[in-house]
């Protein structure tokens, strides 16, 4: 990209930037916008701090709600564990505890025992509620009798020891133990399949002597109905998994959709819940334990179905606050139009005035603070035509002021007495004197007119006194001598021109020429205090008596010309000049003593 587009690219102005300075320059604008911040940054937030509230409250309810959902199917799952439990209790009968005996045994006590055993197998399926649950009992012992009730007494195989069902059972002689079963490896005739198993070992009440053990089986559909019986929304569901984390029942996935923290945090804690992105979505997870089993219940659902509401909530307020702040607009709108139209039509006054229509009058019966600014106006314009009307009279003076400095610079007696010498030097035959006075006066004038500028160089100024004092040298070869001085670095500050000349005029006119010894002038230019320029004049003529320099100060100070005319009209023509052009600050200031001469000090400021 050229060097040009970049800098046009850059300094293109952005939308936000001309929408910024389209805001700053109009008053109502600003109203609007600051109304608008003012409505807008409360509601927003009023309606965050709302749906912030509300969706707190919702999320919490929630939460409960879904921590009791899973609490309830804790407690149905346990009930069916605990029934189950009961059926155990036939393992500890002494019938039992005979048929399993491995000492003493003859057919005829283990078929009476196997019967008595049937019976009580009956008789806790009538006493308890949830026997159409128990798919089956089974009693296996050590000493190889075993009996159930779909196989009635049964012998094995295989030796019990190497039955995983009953290893597992007897590796927890003192606890229940749940399995899951689908195989029912104990079972010969296998009558049916996917069960859970409940079993305990059969010990010997005096010596605690591993006997056997005794299993029931709880259908596991049952389970899977309680399970599919409670959703959590509508989508929602429960899925139980044993300790080692194998499925029992679940709809969906398992324990692989966790996170590993989560699925520590599963395992690892009783209860709890939390927030988890499956996939693109997230998803609320809620999980329990089973008292008996230390199976894991866990539950999961969509966290947006459940946050249907809060997210209902959060449309409702978003619309409420978007309607309160248009309105708010609005009636922001007409009200910074009620307020702005006076100041609308001060304005367009101001424009009227501002065209050089000094005649214009603002027009406000207000008595507020906009009326106040209209009388402001008024008087404001009123001032303005005195202070043209004076402007007018200082423009009229600093004309004549500059008329009559350039007649001093022109004088005629000067240019006179020059040619004057010019001719008598040639008839003297001095040439090269002829040449460098001739130039000195060319130089003199065309830095004195200077093409009509009013403002010149601090070196051209100089180079001017210098050729005047050249000039004024070759004519009083004797008593005339004069020393120049400029600090470096102000050549190139603006001056006002013929404001030093007068002055060393002056210097040459009213003390060189008074003291009947010849004299010098010295004329010097520094800057004080960075914006400060200071220039000096000295001469070591007659200087002034303490009366005559008292009147001059005082004509210095004079407004009128005719305080000066008898007083020193040159410096006070000077000083007025200097006023006028730079302000009431700025001018001469005059230090003399009679017989040695006085020091003219011009202030100015730095002008580039």
Not at 87 to 97: A, C, D, N, P, R
Not at 314 to 341: K, P
Request: glycine share 8%; hydrophobic share 40%; proline share 3%.
């Amino acid at each position: 990209m050229p060097d040009d587009a970049i800098i046009r690219a850059v300094s293109r102005p952005s939308p936000f930037s001309a929408q910024l300075r389209r805001i700053n320059s109009s008053l109502r604008a600003k109203l609007l916008a600051i109304f608008a911040l003012l409505t807008t940054i409360p509601l927003g937030i009023v309606g965050v701090v709302s749906y912030s509230r509300s969706y707190s409250t919702i999320k919490q309810n929630i939460t409960a709600s879904a921590t009791q959902i899973a609490s309830q199917l804790n407690k149905s799952l346990e009930l069916v564990f605990r029934e189950s439990e009961r059926f155990l209790k036939i393992g500890s009968h002494e019938t039992t505890i005979r048929f399993v005996n491995p000492y003493r045994q003859n057919e005829q006590t283990t078929y009476r025992s196997a019967l008595e055993i049937i019976s009580l197998f009956k008789l806790f399926r009538e006493i308890y509620e949830f026997d159409t649950l128990i798919r089956g009992i089974h009693i296996l012992g050590s000493n190889g009798n075993n009996i159930s009730e779909a196989e009635g007494r049964f012998r094995l195989e295989q030796d019990l020891g190497s039955l995983p069902t009953v290893r597992r059972i007897l590796a927890r002689p003192g606890e229940v133990s749940y399995i899951p079963n689908p195989e029912l490896d104990y079972s010969p005739s296998r009558p049916y399949r996917d069960v859970i198993s409940v079993g305990r070992a059969i010990v010997r009440p005096s010596t605690r002597e591993l006997m056997g053990v005794i299993i029931v089986d709880v259908d596991r559909a049952a389970i899977v109905e309680l399970c599919r019986g409670v959703r959590m929304g509508e989508t929602g569901w429960f899925s139980v998994a044993t300790g080692e984390g194998r499925l029992i029942y679940s709809e969906g996935g398992g324990a692989e959709d966790l996170s590993p923290a989560n699925r520590a945090l599963v395992a690892g804690s009783g209860e709890g819940h939390f927030v988890q992105r499956v996939g693109r979505e997230p998803e609320f997870f809620v999980f329990n334990t089973l008292p008996s089993s230390g199976w894991k219940i866990v539950g999961r659902v969509k966290l947006r179905e459940l946050m249907k509401g809060a997210y209902q909530i959060r449309s409702l307020t978003l619309a409420v606050v978007l309607l309160c702040i248009l309105f708010t607009i609005v009636l922001y709108f007409f009200i910074s139009d009620a307020l702005t139209h006076p100041i609308r039509d001060l304005k367009q006054k101001m424009a009227q005035a501002e065209g050089g229509d000094l005649e214009v009058r603002a027009e406000s019966r207000a008595a507020d603070e906009i009326g106040g600014l209209a009388h402001g106006f008024n008087v404001m314009i009123a001032k303005l035509r005195e202070l043209l009307a004076r402007s007018i009279r200082e423009q009229e003076e600093l004309a004549k002021s500059e008329l009559k400095a350039l007649q001093a610079q022109i004088n005629p007696h000067f240019l006179y007495n020059t040619l004057d010498a010019i001719v008598w030097m040639t008839e003297a035959g001095r040439r090269e004197e002829v040449v460098r006075m001739t130039k000195t006066l060319s130089s003199f004038f065309r830095i004195g007119l200077s093409k009509g500028e009013e403002w010149i160089h601090v070196r051209e100024e100089f180079e001017h006194v210098e050729s005047y004092l050249a000039i004024q040298r070759m004519r009083y070869r004797d008593i005339l001598d004069y020393a120049i001085q400029l600090e470096e670095g102000i050549g190139e500050c603006r001056i006002l021109k013929l404001t030093l000349q007068p002055l060393v005029e002056n210097a040459i006119y009213h003390g060189i020429k008074n003291k009947r010894a010849g004299g010098r002038v010295q004329v010097s230019g520094r800057r004080l205090d960075g914006e400060r320029l200071e220039f000096r004049v000295a001469d070591d003529g007659c200087g002034f008596s303490p009366e005559r320099l008292a009147q001059v100060r005082g004509a210095l100070a004079a407004e009128g010309p005719e305080a000066g005319r008898d007083n020193g009209f040159g410096l006070w023509n000077v000083n007025r000049r200097i006023q006028l052009y730079y302000g009431k600050g700025w001018g001469l200031s005059i230090d003399s003593l009679a017989g040695e001469g006085a020091l003219v000090t011009v202030s100015l400021p730095v002008v580039r």
